[in-house]
């Protein structure tokens, strides 16, 4: 075997080692994004909180009706390979104006700060990497 092909190995295995670290940040980053996005939800019902999903490449139009927290969801995660666009969203009617203000136990919001966090984590993971 040359040399040139011994080191063509050891590239692959290094680009498959750092695929598969990629792969994990991202997963557990969208993991605890979800979490937190979840637990900072203003309370009332508990219908906002139950109501935050994960789908990969996309989005549904189901508003759940339980009311417990939907830890179920984050499995969904385990699926997840790069090049997909994880979604966490939530369905109910009234999410966008507890966002903005609505409730006054997140009056300055609460997801779009936990997307900067995200970012933050991701890049900071990638540089890394």
């Known amino acids: 075997m040359s040399s040139l ?21 991202v997963r557990k980053v969208a ?3 979800h979490k937190n996005i979840v637990k900072s ?9 139950a109501n935050w999903q994960i789908d990969l490449n996309g989005t549904n139009e189901t508003d759940i009706e339980s009311l417990l927290p939907p830890d179920g969801e984050r499995a969904k995660l385990n699926n997840f ?21 609505l409730s006054n136990q997140a009056p300055s919001g ?6 900067i966090r995200m970012d933050k984590k991701l890049s900071q ?5």
């Open 5 to 25: 092909e011994t080191f063509g190995r050891e590239l692959d295995a290094e680009l498959k080692k750092k695929l598969t670290l990629a792969s994990k940040v």
């Open 31 to 33: 993991f605890n994004g």
């Open 41 to 49: 939800t203003p309370l009332d019902t508990g219908r906002a909180r």
């Open 81 to 101: 390979k790069l090049g997909d666009v994880i979604h966490i969203f939530n369905n109910v009617e009234y999410i966008i104006p507890l966002e903005y203000g």
């Open 110 to 115: 609460w997801v779009r700060s936990e997307a």
């Open 125 to 129: 993971a990638f540089k890394a990497i």
